[in-house]
């Protein structure tokens, strides 16, 4: 599933999700939203970062605008629990961000804070309700919330309510919801405790398991070509005219060489724009709107100017200077691979950027893998003297690593090894196509997450 149009969605909510910058359905919405549009109750294996509020509420937006009346006072239609104020402040975000163009009322409730304004929202009829259960269950007890008319009933991060002792908040509040109507169970963790908690809610579900999500810099494939400053212009020009390179950001340290690169790309005939400090703020929105829209395939860029760019499908990043913090490294590539899909990036190094490189190796904790173009390979500069030798990473997986050459520069080696030519040597095995590629998965089995908690 590649679109949310093919989703089925509706117009308003389309709109709404494209306005997010969103292009590309993530596993959980393509694997769930089709079903959950039919009115299948939904047992989700997935945790935070993977989309899934989008995923459950996307549907709940559809599905009640669709089937639209008028809602009682304090009667909601939907009802969303969550563990905390912060997640559900955050889908109630949401809620409010994709049901932009719709006419559904909701509201957020918690405890922690003066209970009358949630009262005095909820007394003006609310379409969904998102709320953790010790306020719900105190304000159901109050009267100021029936929910005999809920047709739609999420449990978001089940596992965290239990470890948070809502069992039975919970159970009071299933107690008191209609036996019709659809449910949405989820989870980032299924153990028995969760499973036996589960199968008191949903009705023949559809199971759908996200594997957690690997960091991102793992799923980007990364290499270097070590490369004589003077070569480099040639060497980029090679790599962007590969048709993989679908939509590339290239970066450099200063303004200047952004600029003489994407003048020198122009030249040969690769439409480039470069966006840094220097130019207008008219100029740069337009050189990333013509990214965006994908009339011109390479954006040169800063890492000023680069910050806060929130663009997709970004295929390729290539470090045309390394980055002298290594950190900086790391926000780079990071503009690939998003949402679930794997990247490539690319650093040039030159003899005078070993020790960049370095810094970048021991801080991610892993080599780079050398990719040797018969026609721009440096020697020199891979055995550049000083500091900038290339002793293994510490800690980490060493020097063992998974990865297929990005780009065809030269014929590939059957397994490689790589010294400096000093007292230390380092050597891996070359492992082609294994590079993993995404997080999705569905119908594997039950799965224990390490870093729930974390928001996205
Ligand atoms: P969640 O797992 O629901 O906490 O979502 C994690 C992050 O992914 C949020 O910042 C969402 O805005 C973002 N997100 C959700 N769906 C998509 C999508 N289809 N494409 C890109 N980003 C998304």
């Not at 199968?199 to 996200?210: A, M, N, S, Y």
């Not at 590969?242 to 952004?258: C, G, S």
Request: charged share 25%.
């Amino acid at each position: 599933m590649s679109t949310f149009t093919e989703l089925q969605l509706i117009e308003p909510i389309l709109r709404a999700v494209k306005e997010e910058g969103y292009t590309t359905p993530t596993p959980i919405q393509a694997q769930s939203i089709p079903h959950l549009l039919k009115g299948r109750d939904l047992l989700g294996c997935a945790q935070t970062g993977t989309g899934k509020t989008a995923a459950f509420v996307l549907p709940i937006l559809q599905q009640l605008s669709i089937r639209k009346k008028v809602t009682a006072r304090g009667a909601p239609r939907a009802l969303i629990l969550a563990p905390t104020r912060e997640l559900t402040a955050q889908i109630g975000q949401s809620i409010r961000t994709y049901g932009k163009y719709l006419r559904l009322n909701s509201a957020v409730i918690f405890g922690g804070v003066s209970q009358f304004p949630q009262v005095k929202t909820l007394r003006q009829g609310i379409d969904i309700l998102v709320a953790t259960p010790g306020r719900l269950f105190d304000l159901l007890n109050q009267g100021h919330v029936r929910l005999n008319e809920v047709e739609m009933f999420v449990l978001d991060e089940a596992d965290r309510m239990l470890d948070m002792g809502f069992i039975h908040d919970i159970k009071r509040i299933i107690a008191k919801l209609p036996t019709k109507r659809q449910s949405l169970f989820l989870s980032a963790t299924l153990d028995s405790r969760v499973v036996a908690l589960a199968r008191t809610l949903v009705h023949d579900p559809v199971h759908v398991t996200i594997e957690p999500e690997k960091p991102t810099v793992d799923r980007i494939q990364q290499s270097v070509f070590f490369v004589d400053k003077g070569n480099k212009d040639a060497l980029l020009t090679k790599i962007l005219r590969n048709p993989a390179v679908t939509r590339a950001i290239v970066f450099t340290l200063m303004k200047h060489v952004a600029n003489n690169v994407a003048v020198m790309l122009n030249h040969n005939g690769i439409r480039a724009d470069a966006i840094h400090g220097n130019k207008s703020q008219g100029a740069r929105s337009a050189a990333l709107d013509a990214f965006r829209r994908g009339k011109i395939r390479v954006l040169v860029a800063t890492d000023i100017a680069a910050r806060g760019i929130d663009i997709d499908d970004i295929s390729h990043v290539i470090n045309y200077e390394l980055p002298n913090e290594p950190e900086s490294y790391v926000h780079r590539i990071g503009r690939t691979a998003r949402a679930g899909s794997s990247g490539v990036a690319i650093s040039f190094c030159s003899s005078s950027e070993r020790d960049y490189l370095q810094a970048i190796e021991r801080l991610i904790r892993k080599r780079l893998e050398v990719v040797r173009d018969p026609n721009f390979h440096s020697d020199t500069a891979m055995n550049a003297t000083g500091a900038a030798a290339r002793p293994p990473p510490r800690g980490g997986r060493g020097g063992r690593r998974n990865g297929s050459q990005s780009f065809g520069g030269g014929p590939r080696r059957p397994g490689f090894s790589e010294s400096s030519g000093r007292s230390h040597s380092f050597s891996h095995q070359r492992r082609s196509g294994s590079r993993s590629s995404s997080s999705s998965g569905s119908g594997s089995g039950p799965r224990h997450g390490s870093n729930r908690g974390r928001r996205g």
